[in-house]
């Protein structure tokens, strides 16, 4: 069973609707990640999270709302979507520590999810 | 925030060893390299990291220069299935963590 997973896969919408993208671990990590990823380029951090409760914004939080029920859970939410957010949305956990005297941080990254705003 | 520059792509013959280069030459001294690979259009996948030393695992080498202001990716003996977009990240630390900015990447595509 994969470690992070996403739901819906993929999802086609309309303008002005509300979507929710979920994103569940079972790394047992404090850390997750939301990034949406435009064709050709690198992925974007939307916002982030530490723990519970702790919620951060990344480089592109506009228009984007994200809840951190629990530590397995973090979900995003589009309120009203619009076309330009049609994008590869990906979730990532990471567990801050050390090895071999290097600060960890590596991220694992769920399959994504295909969202498209007609 | 240290930048990061990368030939948008390369290729080279599967067998033979890939050697990816990144400039990251306003690094400063607390930021790390990372480098991580996405096939496809599937989640990155992380490969490896440092900081001042080579570094050297399973997947791959990193060498990193002296200054710190160049490092290169390489994979011993490229595969088919290496074929990926490789990127090149400086990880910069913003509140208490380290934030991966991702970049273009280089496509690399292993020929057989």
């Known amino acids: 069973d994969a470690d992070v997973t996403q739901t819906p896969r993929n999802r086609i919408t309309k303008t002005g609707k509300r979507i929710m993208l979920e994103c569940s671990q079972t790394?047992?990590?404090?850390?997750m990640y939301w990034y949406r990823q435009d064709p050709g380029l690198g992925l974007r951090l939307i916002y982030y999270?530490?723990?519970?409760?702790?919620?951060n914004k990344g480089e592109i939080s506009d228009g984007y709302s994200v809840s951190r029920q629990a530590q397995a859970k973090f979900s995003l939410s589009l309120e009203s979507a619009i076309p330009n957010q049609t994008a590869l949305y990906f979730c990532?956990?990471?567990?801050?520590?050390?090895?071999?005297?290097?600060?960890?941080?590596?991220?694992?990254f769920g399959p994504g999810t295909r969202l498209t705003v007609l | 925030d240290a930048k990061t520059t990368q030939p948008p792509s390369m290729d080279c013959a599967e067998g033979r060893a890939a050697n990816l280069p990144c400039n990251h030459s306003?690094?400063?001294?607390?930021?790390?390299v990372y480098w991580y690979r996405q096939i496809h259009s599937q989640g990155p996948q992380y490969i490896i990291h440092?900081?001042?030393n080579n570094e050297t695992n399973e997947m791959a080498s990193l060498i990193i220069t002296e200054d710190r202001k160049s490092s290169t990716l390489i994979l011993p003996h490229a595969t088919l299935r290496d074929t990926a977009v490789y990127y090149c990240?400086?990880?910069?630390?913003?509140?208490?963590?380290?934030?991966?900015?991702f970049g273009s990447g280089t496509r690399l595509l292993v020929r057989p």
């Open positions: 990240i400086v990880s910069r630390l913003m509140d208490s963590s380290y934030k991966l900015i």
């Open positions: 999270s530490f723990d519970v409760k702790d919620i």
């Open positions: 990532a956990t990471s567990d801050p520590g050390l090895a071999g005297g290097l600060a960890l941080n590596e991220q694992f």
């Open positions: 306003t690094i400063s001294g607390n930021e790390y």
């Open positions: 440092g900081l001042k």
């Open positions: 790394k047992g990590h404090d850390r």
